[in-house]
């Protein structure tokens, strides 16, 4: 089956620092990758999409100049979050969806950040 | 805009019984996806089934079944014999066929299996 890592898949970092976390597709090439931010007991809220080679299509109310996607290969998206603050402190997880058959998306296992 | 609705926040069942999540939608389309997901407590997100809404037929998938009701709008998981790994959030989701293909998820339910 299709497989997306997720790199790292914890981080703490301080507060005004940047932490890139990178999303890949293992086999297969991902035309689309979507990034989604989890609060604790919460559901999966859409942060934006990137298509290979492309600018991401940001979510209402997320601000793409704190939240940066780059999607530069069909295997790789990065996310990351610049001048970090306590409350980006969440889970974000990435899914990627091929560009054949019936374009399934397959999730990452998710990366845990905290913002001291 | 399309929305998703679980309105149960927890579930439990006893094990080997049977028990069913509920889900509703809002949309204007006539064709899309509907999906059943899974989040166990390592919070990797596991395709439970999948329903196109153009079949009348109900998806099954081993003891994971689905009522799709597509007048009422109306998208419900039957999980028979359920088992301890069972036990985990549940996500219902739409999706449009085309386009950015983004899903849409409902608040979730999370699912108890008392031994």
């Known amino acids: 089956g299709a497989v997306v890592s997720q790199h790292p898949s914890r981080v703490i970092c301080k507060s005004g620092t940047s932490v890139k976390i990178e999303c890949r597709s293992l086999d297969f090439q991902a035309t689309t990758m979507f990034w989604y931010r989890q609060f604790p007991k919460k559901s999966l809220m859409l942060m934006a999409t990137?298509?290979?080679?492309?600018?991401?299509?940001?979510e209402q109310g997320v601000e793409k100049d704190k939240f940066l996607i780059n999607h530069a290969s069909l295997t790789l998206s990065t996310l990351t979050v610049t001048s970090a603050h306590p409350e980006d402190s969440s889970f974000y997880i990435c899914?990627?969806?091929?560009?054949?058959?019936?374009?399934?998306?397959?999730f990452g296992p998710g990366t845990r950040l905290t913002v001291t | 805009a399309q929305t998703v609705t679980q309105s149960q926040p927890e579930m439990s069942v006893q094990e080997a019984e049977t028990v069913t999540l509920s889900c509703t939608y809002d949309?204007?389309?006539?064709?899309?996806?509907l999906f059943w997901y899974k989040q166990p407590p390592s919070r990797q997100m596991i395709l439970v089934i999948r329903q196109e809404a153009y079949k009348q037929q109900n998806a099954t998938e081993n003891r994971f079944s689905v009522n799709f009701q597509k007048a009422a709008k109306s998208f419900s998981l039957k999980i028979s014999d359920s088992q301890l790994g069972d036990a985990a959030m549940y996500f219902c989701a739409y999706r449009r066929p085309q386009g950015a293909q983004k899903l849409v998820f409902g608040q979730g339910t999370r699912l108890t299996i008392n031994p």
């Open positions: 990137s298509n290979e080679g492309s600018k991401a299509t940001y």
């Open positions: 899914s990627a969806r091929g560009g054949t058959g019936d374009y399934e998306q397959y």
């Open positions: 949309t204007s389309e006539s064709d899309y996806y």
